[in-house]
C-alpha cells in the first residue's frame, strides 16, 4: 500500500474546502466510487430479476443488510486503527475487482443466482469497514473549520450520484445487459482508487496520535463505546440521529409507494414525488457548501428535524400531486438540512482518532436499524392507512428534534469558525 503524505494542518488553514484541490480530489474520488455504487445496484436488480423469480431476487438484494449490520462496529475499529484512507482504498480495490469478476462470469456463461448472492454478501461486508472509513477520511484532508462545508460537498456528491447513476446502469443493461453494467460500476469504481492515493493526509494531533486504538479489537471497540456514551455531544446527537431516521425511512420508502398507490398517482408521480424531495436535499447541501458554517447548529438541526417531522405528516394529507411534490421538496431541503448539521457536528466533535467508530455507530443506526422500520410501516399502513402511520412516523422522527432541544450542550454546539 502505498504510504500516505502528510501535510502540516496550518498548509490548508486559509484554502476553503470547495477551491482546495486535495479536497476535490477526494469528492472527485468519492463521487464517482457512489455513481460506481448506483450502477452496481442497478445491474444487480435486473441480473437478478433475470436469473430468478422476482422473490429470489429480492433475497439477491437484500443478501448485503446482514453482514453489513453485523460487521460495522468492528469496521469502525478497523478504520481507526489502520486509518480511514488505507481502508477505503483497499475496500475499493477489492470491491472493484468483486464486481469485475462477476461480470467476465456472465459475459462467458450464464451461472444463475449464486454469483450474484456471493458479490452481494462482498459488498455487505465491505461495506462495513468503507462507510465507517469514509466518514472518517474527511477529517484528514481539510482543517476542522471547513469540515462542514465537506459535508455539504459530500451531499452534493451523493445527490449527483443517484441523479446520474440510474441512467448510467439503465444504459449499460440497454447495451450490453447485466454483464456491460457491472463492468461499468468496477470502472467507475476502480477510479477513485489513484484519486484517494493521490491525497494528502493532515497529521493528527498528539492528543489524538495518543486516543489510536493499540489494544485488543474488543477493548477498542469498548473504548469507542464508552467515549461516545461519556460525550456531552455525540451521546445525544446518536439518539436524535437514531429517532430521525428510525421516523424517516419508512415512510419515504415503502409508505411513499403505498401512498401513491392510495391516491392514483401511479409511478410517474411518485418518481415527481422523490424528485422533489432529492432537489429539497440538494438545495440544503449546496447552501452548506456555499456557507461553510451556519451558526447555532446544535438548534439548526433540532428545529430542522421537528419541522421536517411536521412536513412528513403532512405528506400523508396532500390533497393533489403539485402540493405532495412541494411538501416533499420541503421534506428533502429540512432533512437534508438537519442531515447535513448531525454529519457536521459528529465530524468536528469527535476526535479524529475516534470518528471510524463514531461514524460505524451512527451508520449502524442508519443502515441496520431505521431499514427495519420499513415492513412495520408496510404492516401497519395495511391495517391502520397511511395517514396514522405517516403520523406516528412523524411523531418519531420529531422526538429527535426534541431530543436535540433538551440537552443543553447538544442545544448550544456550534461548528468551529
Not at 152 to 175: D, H, K, Q, W, Y
Not at 295 to 322: D, N, T
Request: with cysteine; net charge positive; proline share 5%.
Amino acid at each position: 500500500m502505498t504510504t500516505a503524505t502528510l501535510i502540516a494542518p496550518t498548509d490548508v488553514v486559509s484554502r476553503p474546502a470547495h477551491r482546495d484541490g486535495n479536497v476535490l480530489r477526494w469528492l472527485a474520488a468519492y463521487t464517482s466510487s457512489m455513481v460506481g455504487d448506483s450502477v452496481y445496484y442497478i445491474a444487480l436488480s435486473w441480473a437478478a430479476v433475470q436469473a430468478g423469480s422476482p422473490s429470489q431476487a429480492g433475497v439477491v438484494m437484500s443478501v448485503s443488510a446482514l453482514p453489513r449490520a453485523i460487521l460495522m462496529l468492528g469496521g469502525g475499529v478497523i478504520a481507526d486503527r489502520l486509518g480511514p484512507r488505507r481502508v477505503v482504498v483497499g475496500s475499493d480495490v477489492v470491491r472493484c475487482a468483486a464486481v469485475l469478476a462477476v461480470a467476465a462470469l456472465l459475459f462467458l456463461t450464464s451461472p444463475g443466482l449464486w454469483p450474484l448472492a456471493a458479490l452481494a454478501l462482498v459488498f455487505g461486508a465491505v461495506d462495513a469497514v468503507f462507510v465507517p472509513a469514509v466518514g472518517a477520511l474527511p477529517a484528514r484532508v481539510t482543517t476542522r473549520d471547513q469540515l462542514a462545508r465537506v459535508q455539504g460537498m459530500r451531499g452534493l456528491g451523493i445527490r449527483f450520484a443517484s441523479v446520474v447513476g440510474g441512467p448510467l446502469g439503465g444504459l449499460g443493461v440497454a447495451v450490453g445487459g447485466a454483464a456491460a453494467a457491472f463492468a461499468l460500476a468496477g470502472l467507475l469504481i476502480a477510479v477513485s482508487v489513484p484519486l484517494l492515493v493521490s491525497v494528502r493526509l493532515r497529521e493528527l494531533p498528539a492528543d489524538d496520535k495518543a486516543a489510536t486504538p493499540r489494544g485488543t479489537a474488543w477493548s477498542d471497540l469498548v473504548a469507542g463505546l464508552r467515549y461516545i456514551r461519556g460525550h456531552r455531544v455525540l451521546a445525544p446527537l446518536m439518539l436524535a440521529i437514531a429517532l430521525g431516521d428510525l421516523g424517516f425511512v419508512g415512510p419515504l420508502n415503502v409508505g411513499l409507494v403505498l401512498l401513491a398507490d392510495e391516491r392514483g398517482w401511479g409511478a410517474a408521480g411518485m418518481g415527481s414525488v422523490l424528485a422533489g424531495f432529492g432537489v429539497g436535499a440538494g438545495i440544503a447541501s449546496l447552501l452548506l457548501t456555499v456557507r461553510g458554517r451556519l451558526p447555532h447548529a446544535g438548534r439548526v438541526a433540532a428545529f430542522a428535524i421537528i419541522a421536517g417531522s411536521v412536513a412528513i405528516g403532512a405528506l400523508a394529507y396532500a390533497p393533489s400531486i403539485v402540493v405532495a411534490v412541494g411538501t416533499a421538496l420541503l421534506v428533502g431541503l429540512l432533512a437534508g438540512l438537519s442531515g447535513a448539521m448531525c454529519g457536521a457536528l459528529l465530524q468536528t466533535q469527535a476526535d479524529p482518532a475516534y470518528l471510524g467508530r463514531v461514524t460505524a455507530v451512527s451508520s449502524l443506526v442508519s443502515l441496520g436499524l431505521a431499514p427495519l422500520s420499513m415492513p412495520v410501516s408496510a404492516a401497519a399502513i395495511g391495517a391502520w392507512g397511511t395517514g396514522p402511520v405517516f403520523v406516528v412516523s412523524a411523531a418519531v422522527c420529531g422526538l429527535g428534534g426534541v431530543v436535540a432541544l433538551a440537552v443543553r450542550d447538544l442545544r448550544r454546539a456550534e461548528l468551529p469558525k
